[in-house]
């Protein structure tokens, strides 16, 4: 059990990277992109070919990976801005055309890292620890230098643009300011943080598969709402950006802890899906349902008096 939890863990730590990209879109310009299971898996097939068939040195074949996850973004992006089709549309568009581009940069449905070094496999090689464990310490030193660089960039001007683009359009574009070049920077780097969060989680799990992406829009959701629920909880609101950004993170986490118990506990791996939606209803409905009770009860009280 204990070592089941800490492999969800090391997973849930590096699914955050991919995380912090949905976020992006999805907290800060209200956009739920569907290219996220497409992007995914293009960073993990990229990312192998790379070690596999090029040879190339993994931390390379991670550069990629960014990289390819960066350009369908981009396509997504400019199928919003440029060709006015609606966000979610053109999302799916890039998610069902990632999945042919996938397979014909493996050229089959899944390619084994069995026979090359990762990152993983060369830290494990000079210092002895345990895959999983590696993975754990690796993928948080990862997580808090991306969430460094995250914050870094949202301040700047260029990040405030971005994030006061998902907060009123209309003021943004009226102080002089090209939401569509916002929109398309913003869906590049979130789809190049998920490019990259599939480069890790394949040298993490030694394959990639056509359909590791599958979902992975549901699990971003699923971990966001958790962070957030969990920020609800917590002495201190979640006002300052920093603290949202490691929310996002630490509800990873927690949504990898709840998927292994759950699976230990003997719950079929073919219901994870519905398991996440799940999560994801629950966790959306909660606060509502508190807030109108706390409003019906406010109501009540004061009807009384």
Request: net charge positive.
């Amino acid at each position: 059990m204990l070592l089941a939890l800490q492999g969800a863990v090391s997973q849930g730590i590096l699914w955050g990277v991919m995380v912090l990209g949905v976020y992006i879109t999805f907290r800060l310009l209200n956009i739920p992109d569907m290219t996220v299971d497409g992007s995914f898996a293009l960073g993990g097939c990229v990312c192998a070919v790379a070690c596999v068939n090029l040879g190339l040195n993994p931390w390379i074949a991670l550069l990629f990976a960014m990289i390819a996850g960066a350009a369908a973004g981009c396509v997504t992006g400019i199928l919003h801005t440029v060709f006015e089709i609606p966000a979610i549309l053109a999302g799916i568009l890039s998610m069902i055309s990632l999945w042919s581009i996938n397979l014909r940069i493996m050229g089959k449905s899944n390619t084994p890292l069995l026979q090359v070094d990762t990152i993983f496999s060369g830290i494990v090689k000079a210092t002895g620890l345990p895959q999983s464990l590696v993975s754990l310490l690796f993928g948080l030193v990862f997580a808090v230098v991306i969430v460094a660089v995250l914050y870094w960039f949202f301040g700047t001007e260029i990040g405030s643009a971005l994030r006061a683009t998902g907060n009123n359009e209309d003021m943004v574009r009226a102080l002089g300011v090209d939401t569509r070049q916002t929109k398309v920077l913003a869906l590049t780097i979130a789809n190049a943080l998920v490019g990259l969060a599939g480069g890790l989680v394949c040298q993490s799990q030694k394959y990639a598969d056509i359909g590791m992406g599958t979902g992975a829009i549901t699990i971003g959701l699923a971990a966001i709402v958790i962070g957030e629920v969990l920020g609800r909880l917590t002495p201190g609101k979640l006002t300052a950006f920093a603290p949202r950004l490691i929310a996002v993170v630490v509800g990873s986490v927690v949504y990898f802890i709840i998927r292994a118990i759950v699976l230990q506990l003997g719950m079929n791996a073919n219901d994870m899906k519905l398991l996440s939606a799940i999560i994801v209803v629950a966790a959306l409905s909660v606060p509502v349902v508190s807030e109108r009770l706390g409003a019906r009860r406010a109501y009540q009280k004061g009807g009384a008096a």
